[in-house]
């Protein structure tokens, strides 16, 4: 079974600051990882993806994550926030086939002007 | 291209209604699925579909939840009689053909707000 621990659901920053969302997951195969963001009344969109290959992987808008498997891990970063960049936050996790994808409960981020 | 389509947008009733919920997939996406989200909650799986069939229901509460998905592309999800805890989000989500290794970027709609009084 697969399954994904998103560590705070409210982030607050200040416009400029780093951002770091955190994701720990759980599974008991080779996982594929992701991040997709929601912004309000807006479906999910994909924002990264990890798929075993590079450890550290680049999304849209700046963002990017870690890789971790000694800390299963896959950490959710941003140099500087940009007021945009407010939205829900999901990490996922499914098998190699992405036949069944597990959704973390999700973290606000909050960025104040 | 088209996105993912959903309707209606937003849905009030009161327990014990029916009430359904239509997607329309992106053109050439074969696989389907129907996720819920509770409020502050990430979304659950309640049904994949690989074109006509579907593959994965195992979480859909099938006493008053049901879907179908003919002809392989647009899809209704219902649910019969309504219930207090239905309030959700549901969400309709396509991808491509799944192959191992390349896979894994769902694409979703904008959602269905049902709210059950």
């Known amino acids: 079974a697969q399954s994904v621990t998103q560590l705070g659901s409210h982030v607050s920053v200040s416009e400029g600051a780093l951002v770091l969302l955190r994701c720990n997951y759980s599974s008991s195969v080779p996982p594929y990882l992701f991040w997709y963001v929601q912004y309000p009344n807006q479906g999910l969109q994909l924002l990264l993806k990890?798929?075993?290959?590079?450890?550290l992987v680049k999304g849209i808008n700046g963002f990017e994550a870690e890789f971790k498997k000694s800390e299963t891990s896959f950490h959710l970063t941003k140099p500087s926030a940009h007021m945009s960049d407010a939205a829900e936050y999901f990490c996922a996790v499914s098998d190699k086939y992405g036949n069944k994808l597990v959704f973390g409960a999700g973290t606000i981020l909050r960025v104040k002007s | 291209e088209a996105g993912v389509v959903q309707s209606p947008r937003y849905k009030i009733i009161e327990k014990k209604q029916p009430v359904a919920f239509w997607c329309n997939p992106i053109s050439g996406h074969n696989t389907l699925y129907w996720y819920r989200q509770n409020l502050g909650q990430g979304p659950e799986l309640l049904i994949r579909?690989?074109?006509?069939?579907?593959?994965?229901d195992s979480q859909l509460p099938k006493d008053r939840f049901s879907a179908e998905r003919l002809k392989g592309v647009d899809s209704t999800l219902k649910i019969q009689p309504a219930e207090l805890g239905d309030s959700a989000v549901y969400l309709c989500?396509?991808?491509?053909?799944?192959?191992?290794?390349?896979?894994?970027?769902?694409?979703f709609g904008e959602g269905s707000r049902l709210t059950v009084l």
């Open positions: 990890y798929t075993s290959a590079a450890t």
């Open positions: 579909y690989e074109n006509e069939e579907a593959v994965d």
């Open positions: 989500a396509s991808s491509p053909p799944l192959v191992e290794g390349a896979n894994g970027e769902l694409f």
